[in-house]
C-alpha cells in the first residue's frame, strides 16, 4: 500500500525592522526584530513510518539530506519524545535559500507541528520552540505562530498586531550566509526601543532599519543595487542577514504595478502580509 502522505504550508517571513542590541558571551547577537509571515510558502508532506526511519525523499541540490533542517527536526523530535514511529518527507521549496526569508527554519517548524500531531507526541508549543531553538534562532516564531517582536536571539516572542499590507520581495541573485554577517558586523550596539517605540515606528516605512544592511550591502554590491532601484518606489529595507529586500506597499494593485517594472531585471514576487501562521490552530 503506498503510503499517505498530509500536506502542510512552510510560510516564509520578513523582518520588518531589526536592530542589534547586544551580543551574548557565546558570539550570538541580542536582537530587536519584527517577525511578519507572508503568504509565500514551501510545502512539506510527510507520511507516517513504522519503521522509526526519516526519510527525505527529495533532498535539496548541495544540502546532504542529514544536513537538511527538517530531517533534524524530525529526529529531534524523535529523541525527545522516545517516538518509536518514523517519517517519509516530500519537500517542495519555493522559498528562496539563503534570503532572508527563514525557509529552512518554516520547513523545520513545520515538521515538528506536524509530526506533534500525527506521532501524538502532544508536546506544548512552549516545548516545540524550545526544541526548535536548538537548530536556530529564527525557528520559535514559527511555532509561536504569531507576527511577532522578538527580542533576545529572537526566542523572546511578544505577539505585534501588524496592518494589511502587502509586499515587493526582490532577490539579489546572491546567496549570503547569516554567520558570516554576524562575523563582518562592526555597527554599533543599540538600545531596546520597547514595544511602545517600535509600534511607532511600525507606523511609516521611512523610520525602519536593519543593522545588518550596511555591512550586507558592503560585501554583496548586487544587494545595494536592488534597494537603490526599490528607492525609486519608496523605502526598502533588507530582510534579516539578507539578501532578500522589500518593499512595503498598501495595496496589492501598488505591489503589482512596481514588481512589474522591477521584474524586467529582478526576480521576486509580490506576497501579502499574514495575520498569523497558516497551522497556528493545529492541534
Ligand atoms: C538574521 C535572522 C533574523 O531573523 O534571520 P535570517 O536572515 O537568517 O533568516 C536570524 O536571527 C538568524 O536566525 P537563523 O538563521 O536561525 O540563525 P542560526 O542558524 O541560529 O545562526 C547562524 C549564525 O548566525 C549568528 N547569529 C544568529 C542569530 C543571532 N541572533 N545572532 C548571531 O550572531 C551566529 O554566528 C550563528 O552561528
Ligand atoms: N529545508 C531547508 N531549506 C532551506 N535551507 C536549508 C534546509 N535545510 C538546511 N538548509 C540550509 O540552511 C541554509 C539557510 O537557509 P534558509 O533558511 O533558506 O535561509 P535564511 O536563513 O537566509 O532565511 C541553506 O543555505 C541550507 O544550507
Not at 526519516?54 to 533532498?59: E, M, Q
Not at 509530526?115 to 520552540?129: A, C, G, I, V
Not at 514595544?195 to 511600525?202: A, D, Q, V
Amino acid at each position: 500500500m503506498s503510503p499517505q502522505f498530509h500536506s502542510y504550508p512552510a510560510p516564509a517571513k520578513l523582518n520588518l525592522l531589526l536592530h542589534i542590541v547586544g551580543k551574548r558571551a557565546d558570539g550570538y547577537h541580542l536582537l530587536e526584530t519584527v517577525f511578519r509571515f507572508i503568504d509565500y510558502s514551501d510545502t512539506v508532506e510527510l507520511a507516517v513510518r513504522d519503521d522509526g526511519q526519516i526519510v527525505l525523499l527529495n533532498p535539496i541540490d548541495g544540502v546532504p539530506p542529514e544536513q537538511d533542517l527538517t530531517v533534524r527536526a524530525a529526529r529531534l523530535l524523535q529523541q525527545a519524545s522516545g517516538c518509536s514511529l518514523g517519517a517519509t518527507i516530500r519537500l517542495t521549496k519555493r522559498i528562496p535559500m539563503g534570503g532572508g526569508l527563514g525557509g529552512g527554519s518554516s520547513d523545520a517548524a513545520t515538521v515538528l507541528l506536524a509530526l506533534n500531531r500525527l506521532w501524538q507526541t502532544n508536546f506544548s508549543r512552549e516545548k516545540l520552540m524550545e526544541l526548535g531553538l536548538s537548530l536556530g534562532a529564527d525557528l520559535p516564531v514559527f511555532i509561536f505562530g504569531k507576527n511577532a517582536l522578538a527580542t533576545g536571539i529572537g526566542e523572546k516572542l511578544n505577539e505585534i498586531k501588524l496592518k494589511p499590507a502587502w509586499y515587493v520581495v526582490i532577490h539579489p541573485g546572491v546567496h549570503v550566509p547569516t554567520a558570516k554577517i554576524f562575523q563582518n558586523f562592526a555597527g554599533r550596539v543599540l538600545t531596546e526601543e520597547g514595544t511602545i517605540s517600535i509600534m511607532r515606528i511600525l507606523e511609516t516605512t521611512q523610520q525602519r532599519r536593519n543593522e545588518l544592511q550596511q555591512v550586507v550591502s558592503e560585501m554583496y554590491p548586487a544587494v545595494n543595487e536592488v534597494l537603490s532601484e526599490l528607492k525609486k518606489y519608496g523605502s526598502p529595507l533588507m530582510t534579516g542577514s539578507g539578501a532578500c529586500v522589500f518593499l512595503e506597499c498598501q495595496s496589492e494593485e501598488e505591489a503589482d504595478k512596481v514588481y512589474q517594472a522591477m521584474s524586467v531585471k529582478y526576480k521576486g514576487f509580490v506576497a501579502k502580509g499574514l495575520n498569523s501562521h497558516p497551522l497556528l490552530d493545529i492541534e
